[in-house]
């Protein structure tokens, strides 16, 4: 059973706290993406991976940081220095040639108060 | 589930009828738009794609249509069916870095009612 998963669905913390949010697929994609959606709005492309051992940043990395030691995991964290960090975040993937198409997780909303 | 619906352009279909969601891009050098639809809760799912140098592609039930002129999109479903209720995301891809970046659009609320 291919896909994308994340975990958890739902997280809580403490404002000040950094918080380490799980991205893994078994789809062999070469190309990973975080985003970030608000009510109301788009998603946001914060950070993305197309090979191992690199990223890059997208449009509003600032406040999170990533790490791509394996093809399968692509794990973001949301620092302190995120100044409003409550929000819906969406893992995706891509094989990096051919289908253009994305491939999402489920999801995991992040709430810090 | 998540209120990702909350303040979006809403459209209301009674089912069985055809719906005509529309989307504007910023980008002339976008290469290729592909639709998503997303239900309460969820992460977007493909629905179909289209390239810059076409400007109609039909699938099961949609068909997208790309008018480059005043940099337009729009998807047409047929025979809606409240399984279509949904949030429904252009996403314009661009060319950089190595790659196709793409960029969403705000969405659309669809509400199919029975």
């Known amino acids: 059973d291919g896909g994308i998963t994340q975990s958890p669905k739902y997280l809580f913390r403490k404002e000040g706290q950094n918080v380490t949010l799980s991205c893994e697929q078994n789809l062999n994609h070469d190309a990973m993406y975080w985003y970030r959606q608000d009510p109301g709005q788009g998603l946001r492309l914060i950070y993305y991976s197309q090979i191992v051992n690199d990223f890059q940043k997208g449009d509003i990395a600032e406040g999170y940081s990533v790490s791509r030691e394996k093809k399968e995991s692509f794990p973001l964290t949301v620092t302190s220095a995120q100044k409003n960090p409550t929000a819906f975040y969406l893992c995706?993937?891509?094989?990096?040639?051919?289908?253009?198409?994305?491939?999402f997780g489920p999801g995991t909303r992040l709430t810090v108060t | 589930g998540e209120s990702v619906g909350l303040h979006l352009p809403t459209l209301s279909v009674q089912e069985g009828d055809n719906s005509i969601i529309n989307c504007a891009y910023s980008n002339s050098a976008s290469d290729y738009f592909i639709w998503y639809k997303q239900e309460s809760g969820k992460g977007p799912q493909f629905i179909i794609d289209?390239?810059?140098?076409?400007d109609k592609r039909q699938g099961q039930r949609v068909t997208v249509l790309l008018n480059k002129t005043v940099k337009h999109l729009s998807l047409q479903i047929a025979a809606t069916q409240p399984g279509d209720s949904a949030v429904y995301f252009c996403?314009?891809?661009?060319?950089?870095?190595?790659?196709?970046?793409?960029?969403f659009g705000r969405g659309t609320s669809l509400i199919v009612h029975p």
């Open positions: 996403a314009e891809n661009t060319w950089r870095g190595g790659s196709y970046i793409p960029t």
């Open positions: 289209i390239r810059s140098n076409m």
């Open positions: 995706a993937s891509r094989l990096r040639s051919g289908s253009y198409e994305q491939y």
